[in-house]
């Protein structure tokens, strides 16, 4: 059973807290988010959903500290981002926030195993070849250890970029429609990896438009035209992906 997320969490509890968040674009300002208030908690995994161009990767890039907000405060464990210098935001994200991206980032030159090590070992930490062989193997990829990108499916490379991600244990979790390319089975093995991370107290921000995998999540953050527009849990019952999607039809927030 799924933890139910408290709106009367004490605020010190927090991991992200996004308060009143403005991001505008061009000359002739588009208001990509508009007032947008949220916070994540260790344990919970949030997803965030709503139309194209309803402001979710933009709130997922302020949220990861890769963008910054026209106005309005992210506050990571109490730090602003938006007070840190440039580097400090990259060591930042390096120790504490793990990105999975819909383009999966992988180097080319580096084996599966080298790229899911690689951002531990920029932050300085060790990573044994047993830690590294696990990873590869809960993404159900042991045997694709030492083979480059380009030797890899759409599919094996975003299992690639799950496990380099999780790897490293970070405090938040961010992945813009992880499972977007993969097949059922894949994309419930990637769902049921980020179900482990949250469990064991990453606070885990997806955005995804498919009603399945939000109902793996703890609760849904409806976006609409840059500005929430239902916020609610997830039931623990077989019908969630059914009661998600009639949910988010009927405020019109569909894909």
């Given at each position: 059973m799924h933890p139910t997320p408290s709106k009367e969490r004490p605020p010190a509890l927090e991991l992200v807290a996004l308060r009143r968040l403005h991001r505008s674009t061009g000359s002739a300002p588009v208001h990509a988010l508009d007032d947008v208030s949220l916070r994540l908690y260790p344990g919970i995994l949030t997803a965030l959903m709503g139309p194209s161009g309803s402001g979710k990767s933009t709130l997922l890039h302020c949220a990861a500290g890769l963008d910054t907000p026209t106005s309005g405060r992210v506050l990571l464990g109490g730090t602003d981002v938006g007070a840190l210098s440039e580097r400090r935001r990259t060591l930042l994200r390096r120790e504490r926030i793990g990105v999975v991206f819909q383009a999966y980032n992988l180097v080319a030159s580096l084996t599966a195993a080298q790229n899911i090590a690689l951002p531990a070992r920029l932050a300085g930490r060790r990573v044994s070849a047993g830690a590294v062989r696990a990873a590869l193997d809960t993404v159900g990829l042991a045997d694709r250890a030492a083979h480059r990108p380009a030797q890899l499916s759409g599919g094996q490379q975003q299992r690639v970029a799950i496990a380099r991600a999780v790897l490293t244990r970070t405090e938040v979790l961010v992945a813009d429609e992880p499972t977007g390319s993969l097949d059922s089975s894949s994309a419930a093995a990637v769902l049921a990896l980020l179900r482990r991370c949250t469990e064991?107290?990453?606070?885990?921000?997806?955005?995804?438009?498919?009603?399945?995998?939000?109902a793996r999540a703890d609760e849904v953050v409806v976006l609409r035209d840059g500005r929430v527009a239902d916020r609610f849990g997830v039931p623990d019952t077989s019908d969630a992906a059914a009661t998600i999607a009639q949910r988010l039809a009927g405020i019109g927030a569909s894909r």
């Open positions: 064991q107290g990453t606070a885990t921000l997806l955005v995804t438009h498919d009603p399945v995998a939000a």
